[in-house]
């Protein structure tokens, strides 16, 4: 009888600290409309703190790998700086959230669509913080990420999962990555539009900080996109455009379920 009561004290211990917790399941939602923009594949990691994807008002050049996502959809370059910060090197987790479907060279993350991927952060007393980045699409170097590397906790410093995050990103947590001008017919990546690109020399700023950004996404309608879709809607900036889920894995019902077949031994127990 006493051993089975410390085996259900155990379970209960284990739901209570979030030991169980050092996966993570990731859902990632475009929440726009089907005709749409679109996202490039999600680079997401788990960290200590110490990884600053970008700040605003600052040169996207002072963010290794930021203009390759900002531009192209690239993760390859940002992932190589994650690896080669402190953050990356006290055992961060990092990965490419690309589950969706492929068209062609174009990565499509169309809206209506999600995707949900098991992340393994590891040491999760150090690794509490989690980021994320990705292209929208059709533009010329638009993006989304987490500016403020602690923004986001998922766990306390002791490993206790802080219980499911809900991260929703709006059009006016969009970026203008400040390094080539916007312009639907000049070399929009994930456009069927050809054209020459043009550098800018500005820095990073919100979209919907300048008169004409409502005009610029306005631009892509009627465009056919890289996948050979037709953009038939924009976004503003109060519109919800994209939204992420963090939960722990294994999920609370399996506990439960252990902790139920705990106390389903003890009962036996008690008949004998």
Known sequence: MKKTTLTAAALLSIMS????????????????????????????????????????????????????????????????AFTNSAAGAAGGAQATVASFAFDGDAPVFSGGESTTFDLDVGDASTNRYFSYASMVVPSNDLFVANGGPTAHELFDAMGNFNGTTIIEIYGRDVNDNGTEFNSATNDAAFSANDGQSIPEFAN??????????????????????????????????DDLIARITITAVPAPSSAMALLGGGLLVARRRRTK
């Not at 700023?205 to 610029?216: M, P, V």
Request: charged share 15%.
């Open 17 to 80: 600290t979030g030991a169980m917790a050092e996966t993570v399941s990731v859902t990632i939602e475009n929440t726009l409309a089907s005709d749409g923009f679109s996202f490039t594949p999600f680079w997401i990691s788990a960290h200590n703190g110490g990884f600053d994807s970008y700040d605003s008002g600052a040169s996207a050049f002072s963010f290794p790998g930021l203009t390759q996502i900002a531009e192209n959809g690239n993760t390859g370059p940002l992932s190589d």
């Open 204 to 237: 990073i700023r919100g979209l919907f900080t300048d008169d004409s950004d409502s005009d610029y996404l306005d631009s892509f309608l009627g465009s056919n996109t890289g996948n050979g879709g037709t953009i038939g809607s924009t976004f503003g900036a």
